[in-house]
């Protein structure tokens, strides 16, 4: 069965201070894989999207980086305002296969 | 540019009655997908739309459907609202070729 799992559910980081965040994934056909951010009240907000093991993307203090296993959202010295629900999702054929993880839930404090 | 927005924001219906949401895309974009949040778990997809017609739908029973109109706005319907209907349901656009998926800010429909 093709699954995605987050992890840490929740994480509470002092400001500056960086970690990283896991998605595994145990699909057949992995096309994709995609990083979102959720704020409280909002839809999810679409971050990036790696294809290939070995890919790295990067916008301002996140990284995220594919191995053909899993993926990781590196987060560089963070501040408050990274303060969110990170979701990740893997595309399975057609568009319409969109598997989500359960989302990491990220506390940022000054 | 306007995003993808939903309505109502919030909607409380009670066990056995019917809702409806609905959702207009960004200008231009032609596929909707619609995807249920409930508390704690990873979305749950539900039902695409592209082009007026009902592409695939997710491991969801049949009081949940939906359509799709000429301008591209879509709308969900659930009937014989149950307890475990309560959640957040997100509506989602894309372009043609595209790749990316644009989410509105969700309805949340909670069912007493």
């Known amino acids: 069965e093709d699954q995605v799992t987050q992890s840490p559910e929740a994480l509470r980081l002092q400001e500056g201070e960086s970690s990283s965040l896991n998605c595994s994934y145990t699909?057949?056909?992995?096309?994709?894989l995609f990083w979102y951010r959720q704020d409280p009240g909002k839809g999810p907000e679409f971050l990036f999207t790696?294809?290939?093991a070995g890919e790295e993307k990067e916008k301002e203090r996140l990284k995220a980086t594919l191995t053909k296993k899993e993926s990781f959202l590196h987060i560089t010295a963070p501040k408050p305002e990274d303060s969110a629900t990170y979701l990740c999702?893997?595309?399975?054929?057609?568009?319409?296969?969109?598997?989500f993880g359960a989302g990491t839930r990220l506390a940022v404090h000054p | 540019e306007a995003g993808v927005t939903q309505s109502p924001t919030h909607l409380i219906k009670t066990r056995g009655q019917q809702a409806t949401l609905r959702c207009s895309p960004i200008?231009?974009?032609?596929?909707v997908y619609w995807y249920q949040q409930a508390l704690g778990l990873g979305l749950q997809f539900l039902l695409w739309?592209?082009?007026?017609?009902?592409?695939n739908r997710g491991n969801f029973p049949p009081r949940f459907s939906g359509r799709q109109f000429p301008n591209y706005s879509s709308e969900l319907n659930v009937n014989a609202l149950e307890l475990e209907d309560s959640a957040l349901y997100l509506c989602?656009?894309?372009?043609?070729?595209?790749?990316?998926?644009?989410f509105g800010a969700g309805s949340r429909l909670t069912v007493l």
């Open positions: 989602a656009s894309r372009v043609s070729g595209a790749n990316v998926l644009t």
């Open positions: 699909v057949s056909g992995l096309r994709g």
């Open positions: 790696l294809y290939s």
């Open positions: 999702a893997v595309q399975l054929g057609g568009y319409n296969k969109l598997i």
């Open positions: 200008s231009g974009h032609t596929s």
């Open positions: 739309y592209d082009e007026g017609e009902e592409r």
